[in-house]
């Protein structure tokens, strides 16, 4: 039981999370077996949840290590994640248009360390074609910053 | 059978006017786009570019969509063959002796019998699916909320069986899809369910952020930062034709694919990926020379490669006669049928028989495209891959938030792919799958729904579910197989989905990228 592996470690972290649903389902009506309300769901799902990941962990001894999972990416995926949490509020203060070039800009420069010159290109080329391609052609509505960008 | 002629007319009439016609071909260029990138599978393709169907008409809409769905089915296969990526997840036993078949000087007529095999089984499964979905949908106007208790909760169960891994792992997926579904107003009380005084939750967690996060930001997650992809080879036209003895040796395969991927298409569950494991395994098991498979068998490109098509329009079954997706890509454009007004189900047929004739000639039209389209121009498609993945992942990125946001215009449904894309990217790291959390999310309500009805049906007694033949029916198949599931464990016997690849194996999620 001491050795961690993937399995144990998911299985735990969804246990934790249906016990989190069944407090937080106190709050809603329950109902009863024969005219259930809208709880009564949600607590079947968290407890089958929980029972689901109790088995995980039973079983978990045969998954595979959690040391040998390989970690190497994780640099990019932080920052990659780090821009999509930036992009959702800043569409709607910066604009479409200005809130991808900022965040292609750091991928490109920041985590890539490509150039300038091809980090501007890429990063105005996308934002404002991509703008055009699905606002003005397409007519998908997107949202407009400061000076109407 | 006259009847179903003149409708099949009156859905040439819709397919061939222009305009639709221009759909189905640019949905087949960006379908083949779609499969040929890593990173970017067909449902992400799909859920990226629906906002851009809004201005659309529900048939031009629905035509454009299938036609990225079936046209990543061909892409999929180019990087498999030539590169060993598999450009979307059906193609990963392509891989296998389609690029065994590259490294032997044999890429082009691999791509060409991948080609000729996808467009045989795409056109012969429209036919099959022409001739069971309305008779399946008259059928289903039987069902009551019961009915669909036990048919929803027998498509969860075949998908955790189907899936690669473990059921317990594909169950608890599974549960913890039905609970994000459960977010949102409860519609029989107008109560609001963890919304945390979140207007955006009210309506519920979308299937597009969900779907986009779990598989096209973890995929880039995943990805990004790993080693830059091997040599493209490129092949010349005049390479493309296959010699007398391939062909001889792909007519049984494509064949078997085409009937075997329609079957397990229209099962609930990774239907596609699932098809070509078992077509793969069927072809190695009836070759007179096994050893064969794995050093470039013509046989192992033939049969997969035929059976995801196949699969495809199987999985359009259950869509369009019952209302209920068998997957996840199912499940995204059941959505986009009901952005545009259009209710899937066994009504769909008598009400809307344009659109649904037009959509069954489109993909006759579709599969001859993509015929057309792949075998001359695959030089072009294979120089997207020499875009350098530092470019390409940042783009797809800037897509997904672009293609998210602008379905809802909601920051809100950017986090929750975001949080999405972080889930997925954790649970695939763990070998866990993420297909049953997206049909679990698009489940949840109708199921809920349908629990409560029964119960309100039966003055609260829970025998309405076995009282009804139809219901006890689909329930106590979904008890087999709970049990069967259950039986290698009891007496340590084989597990056949171990035998075909299906366990024990995070196949669907970890493949080689």
């Not at chain 2, 597009?208 to 990004?224: K, Q, R, T, Y």
Request: aromatic share 10%; proline share 6%.
């Amino acid at each position: 039981m001491n050795v961690w592996t993937t399995d144990r470690l998911a299985g735990a972290g969804l246990a934790l999370f249906s016990l989190g649903v069944i407090w937080e389902n106190r709050k809603l009506p329950m109902g009863t077996l024969r005219e259930p309300g809208p709880g009564y769901m949600p607590l079947l799902l968290a407890l089958l949840l929980l029972l689901f990941s109790l088995l995980i962990i039973a079983a978990a001894g045969e998954a595979q290590r959690l040391r040998a999972t390989s970690w190497t990416e994780w640099r990019h995926a932080v920052a990659i994640l780090g821009i999509c949490f930036f992009a959702a509020p800043a569409l709607e203060r910066l604009g479409y248009r200005l809130t991808i070039l900022v965040a292609l800009a750091f991928v490109l420069k920041v985590v890539e360390r490509k150039g300038w010159v091809a980090t501007a290109a890429f990063a105005f080329g996308m934002s404002f074609g991509t703008f055009f391609l699905f606002e003005t052609l397409l007519r998908v509505p997107l949202p407009r910053g400061p000076f109407g960008l | 059978m006259l009847e179903t002629f003149q409708n099949l007319y009156l859905g040439f009439s819709v397919a061939l006017a222009p305009a639709v016609l221009l759909y189905a071909f640019v949905g087949c260029v960006i379908g083949t786009l779609v499969g040929v990138l890593p990173g970017v599978g067909p449902l992400a393709g799909i859920s990226l570019l629906l906002p851009a169907t809004f201005g659309l008409d529900a048939t031009k809409a629905l035509v454009l969509l299938a036609g990225i769905y079936y046209g990543a089915m061909y892409g999929g296969s180019t990087t498999s063959i030539l590169m060993r990526i598999p450009g979307e997840t059906a193609s990963v036993m392509t891989c296998i002796d389609g690029y065994a078949m590259t490294r032997n000087g044999r890429a082009g007529p691999a791509l060409a019998i991948a080609a000729v095999g996808s467009y045989i089984a795409g056109t012969v499964s429209v036919v099959a699916l022409m001739v069971l979905a309305p008779p399946l949908a008259s059928f289903a106007l039987r069902f009551g909320p019961p009915e669909y208790v036990g048919l929803l909760l027998l498509g969860l169960l075949v998908l955790a069986y189907m899936s690669g891994g473990s059921m317990r792992k594909s169950l608890a997926m599974a549960a913890l899809g039905l609970l994000l579904g459960m977010v949102g107003l409860d519609h029989m009380t107008g109560f609001l369910r963890f919304a945390y005084g979140v207007m955006e939750l009210g309506d519920g967690i979308g299937i597009v952020p969900v779907a986009v996060g779990l598989f096209g930001v973890s995929e880039i997650l995943l990805s990004a930062g790993q080693a830059t992809p091997p040599e493209v080879f490129k092949p010349r036209l005049r390479d493309l034709p296959p010699s007398r003895q391939e062909w001889r040796d792909s007519w049984g395969p494509i064949g078997r694919g085409t009937v075997l991927g329609f079957f397990i298409g229209i099962i609930p569950g990774s239907a596609h990926v699932i098809s070509t494991f078992v077509s793969y395994a069927l072809e190695r098991r009836l070759s007179k020379h096994p050893e064969r498979f794995g050093q470039g068998a013509v046989e192992g490109v033939a049969g997969p490669e035929s059976a995801n098509n196949s699969a495809t329009s199987g999985s359009f079954v259950p869509m369009l006669a019952l209302g209920v997706p068998a997957g996840a890509i199912p499940a995204v454009l059941m959505a986009a049928m009901m952005v545009h007004g259009v209710s899937p189900g066994p009504l769909l047929i008598e009400q809307q028989p344009a659109l649904f004739w037009g959509f069954i000639a489109s993909m006759y039209v579709g599969n001859l495209v993509l015929l057309i389209l792949n075998l001359p121009l695959v030089g072009l498609f294979v120089n997207l891959l020499r875009i350098p993945y530092h470019f390409l992942y940042p783009a797809i990125i800037a897509f997904c938030v672009l293609g998210v946001y602008a379905v809802n215009s909601s920051v809100v449904d950017v986090l929750i792919m975001a949080a999405m894309g972080l889930l997925g990217y954790l649970l695939r790291k763990l070998n866990f799958e993420v297909a049953p959390i997206v049909l679990g999310v698009v489940l949840a309500p109708l199921l809920e729904m349908s629990v409560r009805q029964s119960l309100a049906m039966s003055g609260g007694s829970y025998a309405i579910f076995i009282e009804r033949p139809i219901a006890a029916s689909l329930l106590l198949v979904g008890l087999g197989l709970l049990l069967l599931s259950l039986w290698p464990l009891l007496r340590r016997a084989g597990d056949w989905r171990r035998a075909v690849g299906l366990a024990g194996q995070p196949m669907f999620e970890e493949e080689e990228k």
